[in-house]
Every structure is written in structure tokens, then in C-alpha cells.
């Protein structure tokens, strides 16, 4: 069973993100912000890192640049779900090294669906 890290600051999202990885047989862990995020990926080291791009305390970007730094958690796959609809912050999001992006609210298929592509 693959083990996701779900980081994302606002509950709902973050508890219906996880119902939906759950359901699928996924085993998931939750942080709130990027601080706690980073700290449970070192702490874990997940199959995959899904991440909100607006969080207090460490935003999306400063997280992945934490983690893509981090010998240890670089080649884990990175993907963002976030609301932020610009073309530029999704290509600098890639950029950094993010493997995917997809738009909230997205449905529970298109999630499972990028999820499965990259753990493959």
C-alpha cells in the first residue's frame, strides 16, 4: 500500500482529499501547512506528497524546494492541487520540480487518475 502525504491548510479540502485517497486504498498522513509537512515527510518518507500552494507559515513553493533539497526526499513524486488557476504559477511550480498540478476543486477520478500516474 502506498503511503501519500495530504498537505493542505484548509480542512475540508484536506479531509476530502484523504476520503478519496482512503477509499482507493490508499494509506494517507495529513499536514496542515508546509513546516509540519516537511517535518512528516523527513519523519516518514512517502510514496507521494500532494500540496497546497497557499499555506501560512511555508507556501506550497517553499515546500517543495525544502523537499526537492532534501537528499533524502528529492525523488519522491510532488504533486500540487491547489485553486491558483494562473498559467505562470503552474509552470513555476514545475519548475521547482513538481511532477503534477491539478486544479481545485478538482473530482475524485481526476485525482485517483494522477495519483495512480505517478506511482507507477
Do not use: H
Not at 497557499?54 to 533539497?69: F, H, R
Not at 526526499?73 to 498559467?87: C, D, E, R
Amino acid at each position: 500500500m502506498s503511503l501519500i502525504l495530504y498537505i493542505e491548510d484548509n480542512s475540508y479540502n484536506r479531509e476530502n482529499g484523504m476520503e478519496i485517497l482512503e477509499l482507493a486504498g490508499y494509506e494517507v498522513i495529513t499536514a496542515i501547512n508546509g513546516v509540519d509537512g516537511v517535518a512528516l515527510a523527513i519523519e516518514r518518507v512517502p510514496d507521494l506528497i500532494i500540496c497546497d500552494i497557499l499555506m501560512p507559515k511555508l507556501d506550497g513553493y517553499e515546500t517543495i524546494q525544502q523537499i526537492k533539497g532534501n537528499p533524502k526526499l528529492a525523488k519522491i513524486p510532488f504533486m500540487f492541487a491547489t485553486a491558483s488557476a494562473q498559467k505562470s504559477e503552474m509552470q513555476r511550480g514545475l519548475d521547482l520540480g513538481a511532477n503534477a498540478y491539478i486544479r481545485k476543486p478538482f473530482d475524485g477520478q481526476e485525482l485517483l487518475d494522477t495519483v495512480k500516474g505517478l506511482l507507477v
